[in-house]
């Protein structure tokens, strides 16, 4: 399960527009690229795949190995029609 929520004030629509089945799709596909690609270790995370400022509270939980399982598991389906 994937759950999108707008933080931005006054609610821009950004999440209705990812929401769109095309643009979702071009999103996982370049998270996967940006998590696949990383240099740092697996079982972890840095600021150049999964942590920001506003991570902070669960950088020690982040794991790249993760959110790159469920990726390649959710895209495979999608890119096999």
């Known amino acids: 399960m994937l759950i999108l929520f707008?933080?931005?004030?006054?609610?821009?629509?950004?999440?209705?527009?990812i929401a769109d089945e095309d643009n979702i799709y071009n999103i996982l596909k370049s998270s996967?690229?940006?998590?696949?690609?990383?240099?740092c270790g697996k079982e972890t995370s840095c600021y150049g795949c999964?942590?920001?400022?506003q991570s902070q509270f669960c950088h020690e939980l982040l794991?790249?190995?993760v959110v790159l399982d469920f990726?390649?598991?959710n895209l495979q389906d999608e890119e096999s029609l």
Do not use: A, F, S
């Open 6 to 17: 707008d933080n931005v004030l006054g609610r821009t629509g950004l999440v209705k527009r």
């Open 32 to 39: 996967l690229e940006r998590v696949k690609n990383c240099t």
């Open 50 to 53: 999964l942590r920001n400022y």
């Open 63 to 65: 794991r790249r190995d």
């Open 71 to 73: 990726l390649e598991n």
